[in-house]
C-alpha cells in the first residue's frame, strides 16, 4: 500500500510502506474510508519543529474493521469505527477519570495517512458508529476523530456553561468547533477572534454571535469592551503560540477559566502575573475517546454538521 511520508519541510512523499497487520491481540486493522491533515502536523510541515527521519503521517481516521486480534471484544470486522489520536485502554484510572489520552498505555497514532491502519488497544480506543454511515455523513464523522473532539475539550476545559460568554482564540478548524461546541454547551455568546472572512462566515454558521477582528492588546481591549471591562467567563485558546495564549488569558474575566488546545511552541507564562489574574488554565491533548459517543449521537441526528470546516478533499489513490 501507499501512505504519506514526511521527510522535512515542505516535502511530502506518498510512497510504498508495508500493510500493516495485528500484532497484538488487542488490536484491529482498519481500511481508512477518510483521514485528514491536523494543524499539529504543520509544525514539521513549515520546518518549525524537527524532522529528524522520514515520519509517516496522519492521527486522524475513521474507517471500517477489516480485523481484529484475538482478545479484541466491543468492535467487528464490518463496523464502521472511529478512534482517538491517542490510543486507551479506557480501563486504568486517567481513562476512567476521563482523561484517556493520559492513559497509561497511551500511543499517540501516526500513520494514518494511508489506506490501512492498524489501532492498538481497539476496545478502548475505537467507537463503532450504529450502522455503516452514508457518505456525506463520513465528513463530519471524521472531525470526531481530533478536530471536533479537542474543539469540544477546549470548551469543556474552558467551563463553557449555559449562559456564559465565551471567546474563541484561533480560527483553524479546531477554533472554529470550539466555536460550535461553545454553542452545544448553551454559551449565550460566542465572541470569535478571526481575520479572515470565509472563516467568519463558518464562525458565524457555526454559532458565533460576534467576530472581532483585531489581535494581541488590541483584541484584548475589544473583549473587554464588549464586556463591559470584565473579560469572558471562559476562553478557548486554540493557536499554540505565546502571543495567543496571552490574548487568552488576559481576555479571561477573574475567576474565569482558559481550555487551552493548541500545541504550544514556545509559550512561556510568568508565575506572578498569572497569580494575579485570578485566571485557571486547564488544557492538554484532549481526551476524546471521552467524547466520542456523545459527538457520534449528535453527528448522526443531524444536530451538527462539523465537516464543513474541511475545504479541500484530494482524491483516493
Ligand atoms: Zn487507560
Redesign the pocket.
Known sequence: MKGAVLYGPRDVRFEERESPKIVEPADAVIRISLTCVCGSDLWPYRGISPVAEPTPMGHEYCGIVEEVGKAVKSVRPGQFVIGSFAT?????????YGY?SS????EFMTRAQAPMLRVPLAD?TLVATPEVPPADLIPSLLTLSDVLGTGWFAAVAADVQPGKTVVVVGDGAVGLLGVLAARQLGAERVIAMSRHPARQQLAREFGATDIVTERGADGVARIKELTKGVGADAVLECVGTQESMMQAIQATRPGGSVGYVGVPHGVELNGEDLFYTHVRLHGGPAPVRRFLPELIELVWSGKINPGKVFDLTLPRR
Open positions: 486507551s485502554d479506557n480501563t486504568c484510572p486517567n481513562c476512567q484517556q492513559c497509561m498505555h497511551r478502548g
